[in-house]
């Protein structure tokens, strides 16, 4: 009795279900950090302190992974691992402080936006974020493993970059004379870089802690003491702004980001780094895009490059996401297989079968 080969088309599917679930949740994470900026862009208004606002985040955040990780099982198992991963080297020490890098995000935000206005900066991130994400991918670093740098991901990349450019290029315009802010630029595109190296550190702590919520707890331990540390010194220099407001709402920007890295964290596992980050670009362009209509600020003009920049965003995930045949983007090769039979064909033998 023969056997039938069964076919591809099963398994292709259910490789492809995950990879589509886990794109989607991406984006959905990715849609939070438009909303978590107007939050907290709200609140530093308020107290007329952007490092301040970025405190209350970094601190209600702390607050509310302590409580969830003390209240959940998986939780405290969580929080049982971290030391002892510490302590036998299971990875990296330095991985503890990669909260740190969401720090200086926030400080890059709070110190070039005036300078650069809010286009010109998530340019200059997205165009860090997405370069590094590549190098990261293809040195393992994250849970992943090693993915390799193919002309497709750098042409998904490209494409990321010059869709997140057109769809700010409204924009653009107060920037005018970008060769005198130089300098300025080199802080958010580093920002940018590291971004793709913190998802990659969270993922595996994540993957030797047993729980993302441990990671996400380590990470607003490292960003809470130093923006605590800078916002200090700058009272010590400059002097306290407002005090708190009451309103609720203004606080919801630390939770965001509890969902939002703890989520970036289990996703890099499957996706890698550059198809998470990318991801979630394509939920930044999509979140701002909405609430632009929905609930915009004072003198938002929804212009007709920004809707079509953010389907092009949505392509370019496409293009660096799908199963494309190993030979695209690279010049084809003779079939191994039909030199083989001319050499068996030339020496006598009948191939078999």
């Known amino acids: 009795m023969v056997k039938v080969p069964q076919s591809s088309r099963p398994a292709i599917r259910s490789t492809s279900r995950p990879l589509l679930t886990g794109l989607l949740l991406a984006v959905a994470n990715g849609t939070l950090l438009p909303v978590q900026g107007r939050i907290n862009s709200a609140l530093g208004a ?3 302190d952007g490092v301040a606002a970025a405190v209350v985040s970094f601190t209600t955040g702390l607050v509310l992974i302590a409580v969830i990780g003390l209240a959940l099982p998986k939780g405290r198992a969580g929080l049982r691992r971290i030391v002892p991963a510490v302590k036998e ?7 503890v402080v990669a909260g740190g890098i969401g720090a200086l995000y926030v400080i ?10 809010v286009a010109l900066f998530t340019v200059a991130v997205i165009t860090g974020q997405t370069v590094s994400g590549l190098f990261v991918d293809r040195l393992g670093i ?32 107060a920037a005018a004379d970008v060769g005198s802010l130089l300098f300025p630029i080199l802080l958010p595109v580093v920002a940018g870089c590291l971004m793709s190296f913190q998802q990659a550190m969270n993922g595996t702590a994540t993957v030797h ?27 010590s220099l400059l002097g306290p ?27 890099v596992r499957s996706l890698g ?23 915009p600020a004072p003198g938002t003009v929804v212009a007709f490059p920004t809707i079509l920049g953010t389907l092009l965003t949505l392509f370019a995930i496409i293009v660096a996401t799908l199963p494309w045949p190993k030979g695209a983007l690279s010049p084809r090769r003779p079939a ?3 030199s083989d039979q001319s050499r068996r064909q030339d020496s006598g033998q009948r191939p078999v079968g």
């Open 46 to 48: 308020k107290l007329d």
């Open 142 to 173: 994250g849970p992943g493993g090693k993915r390799s740098i193919t002309g497709v991901r750098i042409l998904g990349s490209i494409l990321t970059i010059a869709a997140v450019a057109w769809a700010v290029s409204p924009r653009l315009g």
């Open 108 to 117: 890059a935000q709070s110190f070039t936006i005036g300078l650069l206005g």
């Open 273 to 295: 780094v550059l198809v998470t980050g990318l991801g979630m670009i394509a939920g930044q362009l999509l979140g701002s895009l909405a609430l632009d209509l929905v609930l």
């Open 89 to 95: 080297r299971s990875f990296p020490r330095f991985y």
């Open 209 to 235: 802690y047993g729980s993302p919520i441990a990671a996400t707890l380590v990470n607003f331990v490292a960003g809470t003491v130093i923006l605590w540390i800078a916002w200090l010194i700058k009272v």
């Open 241 to 267: 702004g407002h005090a708190l407001p009451a309103e609720w709402w203004y606080y919801v920007g630390g939770p965001m980001g509890c969902v939002f890295i703890g989520l970036a964290a289990l996703l």
């Open 336 to 338: 191994k297989r039909h």
